[in-house]
């Protein structure tokens, strides 16, 4: 569907409306009394959440993303499916094939609260199949309100079970890494990514001030990211997930991604909510499965 019939279909007056964003991407603009929100249609993305009175976003966005065919889009929520890090089979691009993909806008409503729902969703085609043989049905609800919730249900639309890893690749917004830090993983087991897999324990909250990329595991459903620079703490809630990764890409590696800026590692901070590692789930036939979190400023 072109941009004006996503609009005439969905447009829902005062508060959602579908426009060509970035490389005339078709966007969906919400702006109520609760939230103003940007989701991309490309690559089924939030791109963009900030509660009333709010003066910063929750997610952090990349001023150098690209916004193209074929291209993942550098910030707010991507999403991991079916595979998180590097194909299995060695097929495919790493963490999946769905944020670099045209979604489907299936429906656009207000809730009898005053909160905006959008759905989206995607289905196998020959594409995907050639990639990952297995027929589904992908559907993420976004519901934007005081806070932000998401949730991603796989349907298994095949003959034969399949295993999938994924995850809400979430891009938070900080004022300053240095006075940030994650509460909710102390005690945990990681596998510290940055080191070469070496298995650790998590001691006390996690601060950054190097490479961190750490998978954590039996992960609990409440974690926090308390932001002394912009005195907020962001609260995630998940569901459906027994892991949990952290990543910050620190110096080096912001310099050599071209779409980041070389000092973005100290305005970002990625806490994710993941099936990853072990943490597998198998969907058999004509079942499904979901996973979902809820992000909420708190002061």
């Known amino acids: 569907m072109t941009i004006e019939q996503l609009y005439a279909k969905h ?35 939030v791109l963009s959440f900030k509660p009333a009175n709010e003066f910063e976003d929750m997610m952090f966005l990349s001023e150098k993303a690209y916004y193209q065919d074929g291209k993942a889009i550098k910030g707010g929520v991507p999403i ?39 759905t989206l969703g995607l289905t196998d085609t020959p594409e995907t199949l050639a990639i990952w043989p297995y027929s589904f049905v992908l559907t993420q609800e976004i519901v934007i309100g005081n806070s932000l919730n998401l949730s991603l249900t796989t349907r298994n639309t095949g003959t034969g079970k399949f295993s999938i890893t994924q995850a809400f690749h979430t891009y938070f917004k900080v004022g300053d890494i ?19 897999g ?36 962001i609260q995630i809630t998940s569901q459906g997930s027994k892991t949990a990764v952290v990543w910050n890409p620190w110096e080096k590696i912001s310099r050599e991604m071209a779409d980041l800026e070389d000092n973005d590692y100290q305005r970002l901070l990625c806490v994710e909510t993941t099936n990853a590692a072990q943490d597998t789930v198998e969907v058999a036939p004509d079942n499904e499965c979901r996973i979902a979190v809820n992000y909420q400023i708190i002061r």
């Open 198 to 233: 070496t298995q650790k324990q998590q001691l006390g909250a996690v601060t950054i001030n190097s490479e961190v990329d750490r998978i954590y595991t039996n992960a609990g459903s409440t974690l926090t990211i308390e932001d002394g620079a912009l005195q907020r703490s």
């Open 178 to 196: 240095a006075q940030t830090q994650v509460l909710g993983l102390e005690g945990c087991a990681y596998t510290d990514k940055a080191d070469n």
């Open 80 to 118: 991991c499916w079916p595979w998180f890090g590097a194909d299995p089979q060695g097929k495919g691009p790493a963490h999946g094939f769905v944020r670099n993909r045209l979604w489907h806008l299936v429906a656009t409503e207000e809730t009898a609260n005053g909160d905006i729902e959008v």
């Open 11 to 45: 447009n829902i007056a005062g508060q959602l409306e579908i426009i060509a964003g970035k490389g005339g991407l078709p966007m969906i603009q919400v702006k109520t009394s609760k939230a103003t929100a940007l989701i991309s249609v490309y690559a089924g993305q």
